[in-house]
């Protein structure tokens, strides 16, 4: 079984601070996304990562995969109240199957 | 990006009935579908893997006969969970593999909120 741990599980901060959250595993991965839920809908893709030590930026989002491939972060600068959510990490094994693994997620709460 | 419809958004059965929701990729075909079910505050719970033109692959836990599944395209996937009861009521996600062999791209659906009376 691949476990991704996400953390903090719940992060509440004010508009315009900057925040991190965590994904962490010990399972290497082919490729890892990240995904953003808010309530009532479904799971909306931000980013793909692939190679190790990938930065990708999507506005004021900043996603880095780890160097051995088995963790990611992501780091919100000036967060705004729409930035609210929950980010959901989920990562693609190298075992031929094409399901994802999927972390518990963060909970982010952006205070205006 | 690649847009996944369901329907109904959301329903309201009695406890016994059947229930069916459809998941559509509406710009790309997907020979596999995946269906979850998500419980307040907590994260995607897989239940099956739907592909076409062949039987889904269901995880463990999941009743194969009280959920049932049909991909009968490359754009249509269906549950139907049968006889219903209030254990059921929840938040069902479908998403559609939209990526290569290489690189798996889940895209979601908007999800389908169902309650049993």
């Known amino acids: 079984t691949q476990l991704l741990e996400q953390s903090p599980q719940f992060l509440s901060i004010q508009e315009g601070e900057n925040l991190t959250v965590y994904c962490n595993s010990s399972?290497?991965?082919?490729?890892l996304q990240w995904y953003r839920q808010e309530p009532g809908e479904g799971p909306v893709l931000l980013v793909t990562?692939?190679?190790?030590?990938e930065v990708k930026k999507l506005k004021r989002l900043t996603f880095q995969f780890g160097d051995a491939r088995k963790d990611s972060s992501l780091h919100i600068t000036a967060a705004q109240p729409g930035d609210t959510g929950l980010y959901l990490c989920?990562?693609?094994?190298?075992?031929?199957?094409?399901?994802?693994?999927f972390g518990k997620g963060n909970q982010v709460v952006v205070i205006p | 990006g690649a847009v996944v419809s369901q329907h109904p958004s959301w329903v309201i059965c009695k406890s016994g009935t059947s229930v069916k929701i459809e998941c559509r990729s509406l710009?790309?075909?997907?020979?596999?579908m995946f269906w979850y079910r998500q419980f307040p505050k907590q994260s995607l719970m897989l239940m099956a893997t739907?592909?076409?033109?062949?039987?889904?692959?269901?995880e463990q836990g999941v009743e194969k006969d009280k959920f049932l599944i049909n991909h009968a395209s490359l754009t249509l996937s269906t549950l139907t969970v049968t006889s219903a009861h209030p254990e059921d009521s929840s938040f069902y996600i479908c998403?559609?593999?939209?990526?290569?062999?290489?690189?798996?791209?889940?895209?979601f659906g908007p999800g389908t909120r169902l309650l049993v009376l």
């Open positions: 399972s290497v991965f082919s490729s």
């Open positions: 739907s592909n076409e033109g062949s039987k889904a692959t269901y």
């Open positions: 990562v692939v190679t190790g030590g």
């Open positions: 989920a990562g693609q094994s190298y075992y031929g199957n094409n399901r994802l693994a």
């Open positions: 710009d790309f075909q997907a020979t596999t």
């Open positions: 998403s559609a593999d939209a990526g290569t062999a290489h690189q798996e791209t889940q895209y």
